[in-house]
């Protein structure tokens, strides 16, 4: 069973930086989607943006598109998410996911094909 453990968060000002990791343990092969999502107080939980392992492809959302990378250490089972230039409106519990399922740009946003979550960090950005 896969298990993900995410670190990095904290407090920053508007248009500072964070740099979010997601470590996965049980994995047994370098095939897997990773995601993340966040989730406000009293809101849905959102995509934010994918990583597939086939073609190495990636996906955001469009309200973080230019200001957040996603990237994976497949030697460290690691994933990481970038994000700078940060607004109020990101201040969210940030959350690991991953699948086996192969995502397009469209199904990458779906929450029920990934089976596998962690607890959240939280990334609170002050005005």
């Known amino acids: 069973q896969v298990q993900l453990v995410e670190s990095g968060g904290g407090l920053v000002q508007t248009g500072g930086s964070l740099r979010l990791s997601c470590t996965a343990s049980?994995?047994?092969?370098?095939?897997?989607?990773w995601a993340w999502f966040r989730q406000a107080p009293g809101k849905e939980r959102q995509f934010v943006a994918a990583t597939t392992w086939r073609l190495d492809a990636t996906f955001y959302a469009d309200s973080v598109k230019g200001r957040f990378t996603i990237s994976r250490d497949n030697a460290k089972n690691t994933v990481y998410l970038q994000m700078d230039d940060l607004e109020p409106e990101d201040t969210a519990v940030y959350l690991c996911a991953a699948t086996r399922a192969v995502v397009t740009r469209i199904s990458a946003a779906d929450r029920r094909l990934y089976n596998s979550w962690g607890q959240g960090t939280q990334v609170t950005v002050s005005s």
């Open positions: 049980g994995v047994t092969s370098s095939s897997y989607t």
